[in-house]
């Protein structure tokens, strides 16, 4: 069975960095996402620190830009350890 893989908006603070730090703890891949490339790496390498899951990533996606959303797909499946589709589940927008 592959690993569950979840994507989180705005989870370098707040409500979104607490739910990225409890699934990562239950051994989620996370896709940790921010408009601004520092806060969204440093969520992430707090949050490995933390939880010792290094599956756990950061990708700059601002979802105000029209074209974000595409941009999102494309690197979501790029990330991807060698499947065309992820499982993607949840995701989730804070």
């Known amino acids: 069975m592959d690993k569950m893989t979840a994507l989180i908006t705005g989870a370098n603070a707040g409500m ?3 739910t990225a730090r409890e699934l990562a703890k239950a ?3 996370l896709i940790i996402t921010s ?3 520092e806060s969204g790496e440093a969520a992430a390498c707090e949050i490995v620190n933390e939880t010792g899951n290094i599956d756990v990533g950061p990708m700059l996606l601002d979802l105000l830009k029209r074209s974000a959303h595409a941009e999102g797909d494309e690197a979501v499946h790029r990330q991807d350890t060698g499947r065309r589709r992820p499982h ?3 995701i989730l927008r804070h």
Do not use: D, H
Request: hydrophobic share 35%; proline share 8%; net charge positive.
């Open 88 to 90: 993607l589940f949840p």
């Open 27 to 29: 051994g989620v891949r």
């Open 16 to 18: 979104g960095k607490e």
């Open 35 to 37: 408009r601004a490339r």
